[in-house]
Protein backbone atom coordinates (compact mmCIF):
# COMPACT_ATOMS: atom_id res chain seq x y z
CA UNK A 1 0.00 0.00 0.00
CA UNK A 2 2.80 2.34 0.87
CA UNK A 3 4.62 1.52 -2.24
CA UNK A 4 1.23 2.38 -4.45
CA UNK A 5 0.62 5.66 -2.70
CA UNK A 6 4.23 6.54 -3.04
CA UNK A 7 3.56 6.20 -7.02
CA UNK A 8 0.73 7.77 -6.74
CA UNK A 9 2.02 10.78 -5.46
CA UNK A 10 5.55 10.54 -7.49
CA UNK A 11 3.14 10.44 -10.89
CA UNK A 12 0.88 12.97 -9.49
CA UNK A 13 4.29 15.21 -9.24
CA UNK A 14 5.78 14.82 -12.52
CA UNK A 15 2.39 15.70 -14.58
CA UNK A 16 2.05 18.28 -12.32
CA UNK A 17 5.43 19.47 -12.88
CA UNK A 18 4.95 18.86 -16.77
CA UNK A 19 1.97 21.26 -16.86
CA UNK A 20 3.79 23.68 -14.92
CA UNK A 21 6.59 23.98 -17.17
CA UNK A 22 4.68 23.86 -20.53
CA UNK A 23 2.70 26.70 -18.90
CA UNK A 24 5.92 28.35 -18.63
CA UNK A 25 7.26 28.03 -21.77
CA UNK A 26 4.12 28.97 -23.62
CA UNK A 27 4.19 32.24 -25.04
CA UNK A 28 1.68 34.79 -24.33
CA UNK A 29 2.88 37.24 -27.08
CA UNK A 30 -0.19 37.68 -29.75
CA UNK A 31 0.64 38.80 -33.33
CA UNK A 32 -0.65 42.07 -32.03
CA UNK A 33 -0.03 44.35 -35.18
CA UNK A 34 2.43 46.18 -37.39
CA UNK A 35 5.47 47.31 -35.22
CA UNK A 36 8.09 49.64 -36.22
CA UNK A 37 11.01 50.84 -34.53
CA UNK A 38 14.13 53.72 -35.05
CA UNK A 39 17.33 52.66 -33.25
CA UNK A 40 20.86 53.59 -33.49
CA UNK A 41 23.96 50.72 -34.30
CA UNK A 42 27.22 49.97 -33.38
CA UNK A 43 29.18 47.17 -34.03
CA UNK A 44 33.33 45.78 -33.86
CA UNK A 45 34.83 44.47 -36.91
CA UNK A 46 35.90 40.51 -37.24
CA UNK A 47 38.48 38.53 -39.30
CA UNK A 48 40.43 41.00 -41.94
CA UNK A 49 37.96 43.63 -41.49
CA UNK A 50 39.05 44.26 -37.67
CA UNK A 51 42.46 44.97 -39.33
CA UNK A 52 41.38 48.00 -41.75
CA UNK A 53 38.66 49.06 -39.78
CA UNK A 54 37.20 50.40 -36.16
CA UNK A 55 34.19 51.01 -34.64
CA UNK A 56 30.95 51.60 -36.58
CA UNK A 57 27.88 53.71 -35.79
CA UNK A 58 24.93 54.19 -37.70
CA UNK A 59 20.81 54.20 -37.28
CA UNK A 60 18.12 52.11 -39.24
CA UNK A 61 14.44 51.63 -39.53
CA UNK A 62 12.30 48.67 -39.37
CA UNK A 63 9.09 47.42 -39.84
CA UNK A 64 7.90 43.88 -38.15
CA UNK A 65 4.71 42.66 -39.89
CA UNK A 66 2.89 39.93 -38.28
CA UNK A 67 2.55 36.64 -40.19
CA UNK A 68 1.63 34.29 -37.84
CA UNK A 69 1.76 33.54 -34.02
CA UNK A 70 4.95 34.13 -32.55
CA UNK A 71 6.18 35.17 -36.26
CA UNK A 72 7.07 38.55 -37.78
CA UNK A 73 8.15 39.12 -41.50
CA UNK A 74 10.88 42.44 -41.18
CA UNK A 75 12.19 44.42 -43.79
CA UNK A 76 15.21 47.37 -42.27
CA UNK A 77 17.06 49.68 -43.92
CA UNK A 78 19.65 52.10 -42.42
CA UNK A 79 22.85 53.47 -42.65
CA UNK A 80 26.32 52.79 -41.02
CA UNK A 81 29.87 54.30 -41.30
CA UNK A 82 32.29 52.16 -40.81
CA UNK A 83 35.55 53.97 -39.51
CA UNK A 84 38.69 53.48 -40.76
CA UNK A 85 42.04 52.92 -39.06
CA UNK A 86 45.35 54.98 -39.50
CA UNK A 87 48.69 53.14 -40.05
CA UNK A 88 47.00 50.17 -41.35
CA UNK A 89 49.25 46.79 -40.00
CA UNK A 90 52.17 49.23 -39.68
CA UNK A 91 51.78 50.85 -43.44
CA UNK A 92 51.43 53.88 -42.73
CA UNK A 93 48.27 53.45 -44.59
CA UNK A 94 44.90 55.11 -43.35
CA UNK A 95 41.80 53.11 -44.22
CA UNK A 96 39.36 55.42 -45.23
CA UNK A 97 35.80 55.45 -43.71
CA UNK A 98 33.21 53.08 -45.64
CA UNK A 99 29.41 54.69 -45.81
CA UNK A 100 26.98 51.51 -46.21
CA UNK A 101 23.52 51.29 -47.00
CA UNK A 102 22.01 48.26 -45.98
CA UNK A 103 19.03 47.19 -46.97
CA UNK A 104 17.14 43.62 -45.67
CA UNK A 105 14.11 41.46 -44.95
CA UNK A 106 13.84 38.68 -43.12
CA UNK A 107 11.46 36.40 -40.21
CA UNK A 108 11.69 37.17 -36.41
CA UNK A 109 10.36 34.07 -34.14
CA UNK A 110 9.50 34.63 -30.70
CA UNK A 111 10.15 31.58 -28.35
CA UNK A 112 9.00 32.97 -25.41
CA UNK A 113 7.29 36.53 -24.88
CA UNK A 114 9.71 39.45 -25.68
CA UNK A 115 12.73 37.17 -26.50
CA UNK A 116 13.16 37.16 -30.27
CA UNK A 117 15.21 35.03 -32.83
CA UNK A 118 15.70 37.11 -36.20
CA UNK A 119 17.39 36.33 -39.41
CA UNK A 120 17.58 39.06 -42.13
CA UNK A 121 19.17 38.82 -45.53
CA UNK A 122 19.52 41.66 -48.50
CA UNK A 123 21.96 43.90 -49.73
CA UNK A 124 24.57 46.01 -48.57
CA UNK A 125 25.04 49.28 -51.03
CA UNK A 126 28.65 51.04 -50.21
CA UNK A 127 27.80 54.61 -50.79
CA UNK A 128 31.27 55.41 -51.59
CA UNK A 129 32.54 52.81 -53.84
CA UNK A 130 35.53 54.98 -55.85
CA UNK A 131 36.66 56.30 -52.15
CA UNK A 132 37.44 52.62 -50.85
CA UNK A 133 38.24 51.60 -54.46
CA UNK A 134 35.44 48.19 -54.38
CA UNK A 135 35.48 47.05 -57.76
CA UNK A 136 31.37 46.52 -56.60
CA UNK A 137 28.80 48.72 -55.44
CA UNK A 138 26.68 46.06 -53.99
CA UNK A 139 27.11 42.92 -52.11
CA UNK A 140 24.83 40.08 -50.31
CA UNK A 141 24.14 40.91 -46.65
CA UNK A 142 23.37 38.09 -43.87
CA UNK A 143 22.39 39.10 -40.00
CA UNK A 144 21.16 36.53 -37.84
CA UNK A 145 19.95 38.35 -34.05
CA UNK A 146 19.20 37.80 -30.85
CA UNK A 147 17.16 40.29 -28.92
CA UNK A 148 14.69 41.48 -26.29
CA UNK A 149 11.53 43.68 -26.47
CA UNK A 150 11.29 45.84 -23.15
CA UNK A 151 8.11 47.14 -22.90
CA UNK A 152 7.83 50.98 -21.92
CA UNK A 153 3.85 51.29 -21.64
CA UNK A 154 1.36 51.03 -23.66
CA UNK A 155 2.31 49.82 -27.13
CA UNK A 156 5.84 51.27 -26.86
CA UNK A 157 9.06 48.89 -26.48
CA UNK A 158 13.12 49.72 -26.46
CA UNK A 159 13.98 46.80 -28.66
CA UNK A 160 17.68 45.52 -27.66
CA UNK A 161 19.60 43.26 -30.22
CA UNK A 162 23.14 41.35 -30.46
CA UNK A 163 23.71 40.14 -34.07
CA UNK A 164 26.27 38.92 -36.18
CA UNK A 165 26.72 40.97 -39.63
CA UNK A 166 28.57 39.89 -42.92
CA UNK A 167 28.69 40.21 -46.47
CA UNK A 168 29.91 38.47 -49.79
CA UNK A 169 33.04 40.49 -51.16
CA UNK A 170 32.46 43.96 -52.54
CA UNK A 171 35.98 43.77 -54.52
CA UNK A 172 36.27 40.47 -55.85
CA UNK A 173 36.97 37.33 -53.90
CA UNK A 174 39.31 39.37 -51.78
CA UNK A 175 39.33 38.63 -48.11
CA UNK A 176 39.51 42.20 -47.29
CA UNK A 177 36.51 43.33 -49.29
CA UNK A 178 34.08 41.94 -46.77
CA UNK A 179 32.69 43.43 -44.12
CA UNK A 180 31.99 40.96 -40.83
CA UNK A 181 31.10 41.96 -37.66
CA UNK A 182 29.49 42.00 -34.04
CA UNK A 183 26.70 44.53 -33.40
CA UNK A 184 24.02 46.21 -31.36
CA UNK A 185 21.19 47.81 -32.25
CA UNK A 186 19.02 49.71 -29.63
CA UNK A 187 15.91 50.93 -31.12
CA UNK A 188 12.46 52.75 -29.64
CA UNK A 189 9.06 51.06 -31.31
CA UNK A 190 5.95 50.84 -31.19
CA UNK A 191 2.65 49.37 -32.21
CA UNK A 192 0.24 50.73 -34.52
Known sequence: ???????????????????????????????????????????????????????NLGASAQADLPVAQQFYL?????????????????????????????????LKFFPIENLYIQADAGAAFALNKSTVNYSNSAAFLYVP?????????????????VRYEGTSSFDGNSAYGKINQIGLRVAYGFGL
Open 74 to 106: NVNAGYVNFFGKDNVLGTGYSAPDIHVLPVMAG
Open 1 to 55: MKTKMTKAILVAALFGASLGAKAQTKTTRPSDGIKLSVGVETGLGLGNFKDTHKA
Open 145 to 161: QVGYQFSIGGKSFIDAG
